[in-house]
Each structure stands twice: as structure tokens, then as C-alpha cells.
């Protein structure tokens, strides 16, 4: 779940590791190359074969992770279309986003006017 994927982050970061090793899947994949896209993450690698695939994150302590805030929840999902999303922490932050055209931040699914289903904040 990418609840706990990201939660890993931010505890690998304030602990000052310098990389992370978890579990592959192709959303928490796409949210990690979202991240890197931000510079949250240095670099992100994929290891491994098939089953045994783990992605190796490389953590930023230039930007570390100050906050983060689930939307939706597996017993609540929250929906917004794209003229209702709105910057995070004035510009500052990332929300990140699942839609039809796979998980993109909140900006890029302004200017593709795509909606979807809200997943967290990260500033």
C-alpha cells in the first residue's frame, strides 16, 4: 500500500539513512519517480528479478520531507475533478494523484484537465 511506501521515506529520512530498500510494486514505483521528479529523492532503482524486485531509494537530506497528509483512505475515498485541485502549502508542496492516465501530481493533472482520486499531500 503506498500508505506504508511513503511512510518508510520519512522515517528512513528524519533517521538519516542515507538509502531504502522496500518491496517493488508499480504504484509505489511511479509515486517514487514523482518523488525523485521533486528532488524528495535522489535516485531510484529497481533490483532484482520478478518476484524478488525491490526498489533501492537513494534519500535527499538536501530536501527532506516536512509533512505529509493521506487524503484518502481504503475506507474513504476522496475524488476531485481537475478545475477543484488546488496548490499545496502555496506552491510549496506535492499532492499526488491516481487517475486514469496513471499517479501524476496535482499540477500535471491541471494541465492535462484530468481528475482522479486524491492520495496525499507531501511538502
Known sequence: MYTDFVTRIKNAQEADHPFLKTPYTKMDRAIADILEKQDFLRKVEVKGRSSKKVIKIHLNPEKPI??????SKPSRRIYKKSEEIRPVKSGFGTLVLSTSKGVITGSKAQKEKVGGQLLFKIW
Open 66 to 71: 516536512r509533512g505529509l497528509q493521506f487524503i
